[in-house]
């Protein structure tokens, strides 16, 4: 059985993993939540009335054997949509949740950036921010240009799938990869025929 901040050896496959069964846990009371991760895989959690965000924090980062975890936070959203941060002083259930019933869906994410990467000491915190940067960019959060944002695709195929091959691989690899920004695609549109 693992206990909390000794390292994982989990598949990075699995689309949902649950914390208590990684960890060997019967959970039987509390609030059935998922822990949606930078990489779209989600944690399934049954959040205990007395766990403090903090610990809630502690948990997620243990998973990644995150060493810099003071960058990251977890949040949620309220019916309008917007995000909030827990905070790490309170318990996890006593903040404003959405009053809808059901499934509690959190979020890790970046919470503090920083002025340039190369201040972070440990490449599993440079691979959370790249992955932060790039849904941001995709789901048009930041405002990029067009040339900016496909001069970063082309990063994030060169990242994932090595240098250029020729253009019929690099049309099915963007089809492929949530990549370009539909502000992008809108503005390009012989992108969306390839």
Do not use: C
């Not at 990467?117 to 048009?140: C, M, N, P």
């Not at 405002?143 to 990063?155: C, G, H, Q, R, V």
């Not at 250029?164 to 992108?191: A, F």
């Amino acid at each position: 059985m693992a206990l909390l901040g000794e390292r994982l050896d989990v598949p990075l496959n699995p689309k949902r993993l649950s914390i208590s069964s990684l960890l060997g846990l019967q959970m039987t009371e509390g609030r059935r939540s998922q822990i949606v991760l930078l990489d779209e895989r989600r944690l399934e959690i049954l959040i205990q009335p007395k766990l403090y965000a903090g610990e809630l924090l502690d948990l997620v980062a243990s998973h990644f054997n995150l060493k810099e975890k003071e960058y990251f936070g977890i949040a949620y959203t309220d019916n309008a949509g917007h995000y909030h941060w827990l905070q790490v002083d309170r318990r996890v259930l006593e903040h404003d949740f959405s009053s809808k019933s059901g499934t509690l869906v959190l979020y890790f994410a970046v919470r503090f950036f920083i002025e340039s990467i190369s201040r972070l000491r440990d490449s599993q915190t440079i691979e959370l921010f790249y992955l932060q940067a790039k849904t941001l960019v995709f789901k048009g959060l930041v405002d990029t240009s067009s040339e900016t944002a496909l001069e970063l695709a082309a990063l994030v195929l060169q990242i994932t799938h090595g240098d250029y091959i020729d253009d019929q691989t690099t049309r099915n690899l963007l089809k492929k990869l949530p990549v370009l920004p539909t502000k992008t695609l809108k503005e390009h549109l012989s992108l969306t025929y390839w």
